[in-house]
Antibody, heavy 122, light 106 residues
């Protein structure tokens, strides 16, 4: 059974960066897209983009281009999302999620991490 | 970006009711539509994709319909476990976008 386990909550200052990890167990996820989705408090879901580690290719939503970086460590089956130049409106729960089909970001996600709360506050 | 608009934003219902949630896309997305359920404090779970294909393990009380720009999610015989928020998502084009959500409450 696939499981995605994310790192713990973070509190960051405006202008700093945060790196969230997502460890995959129970299967080889290198051929699947791992998407990152965030949810501001009490708000809806926002797709940030994703990575397909077997190709080492990434797809960033235009809104986050230049501020977000997705990486993967295949040796530990761990995926990372780094967001820089943090602002107060980046305060959100960040989820990693596996797409239902291999080799493409453009599918819904069936397995989700538990979420990581990132709070940006001075 | 394709905008996804859900209605209503909140829906009051009772156990046993049949409820329908609507999702409209700002342009045609064919059948590239998924629905998720989210309970407080937890990650979303995939209910169905391609408009009406149920994800493994999802009750047949959930059904979906529509194509192009108009879609709906119907829950028949509402159960206590169904009180949650529901989101539609289009995956026709980037960026993938979600509706604003519908909270099904008692």
């Amino acid at each position: 059974q696939v499981q995605l386990v994310q790192s713990g909550a973070e509190v960051k200052k405006p202008g700093s960066s945060v790196k969230v990890s997502c460890e995959a167990t129970g299967g080889d996820l290198s051929r699947y897209a791992i998407n990152w989705v965030r949810q501001a408090p009490g708000q809806g879901l926002e797709w940030m983009g994703g990575i397909i580690s077997v190709y080492n290719t990434v797809n960033y939503a235009e809104k986050f281009q230049g501020r977000v970086t997705f990486t993967a460590d295949e040796s530990t089956s761990t995926f990372y999302m780094q967001l820089s130049s943090l602002r107060s409106d980046d305060t959100a729960i960040y989820y990693c999620a596996r797409t239902i089909r291999q080799f493409d970001w453009q599918f819904p996600s069936d397995y989700w991490g538990q979420g990581t709360l990132v709070t940006v506050s001075s | 970006d394709i905008q996804m608009t859900q209605s209503p934003s909140t829906l009051s219902a009772s156990v046993g009711d049949r409820v329908t949630i609507t999702c409209r896309a700002s342009e045609s997305i064919g059948r590239f539509l998924a629905w998720y359920q989210q309970k407080p404090g937890t990650a979303p779970t995939l209910l169905m994709f391609a408009v009406s294909t149920l994800q493994s393990g999802v009750s047949s009380r959930f059904s979906g319909s529509g194509s192009g720009t108009e879609f709906s999610l119907t829950i028949t015989g509402l159960q206590p476990d169904d009180f949650a928020a529901y989101y539609c998502q289009q995956y026709k084009s980037y960026p993938l976008t979600f509706g604003g959500g519908t909270k099904v409450a008692i």
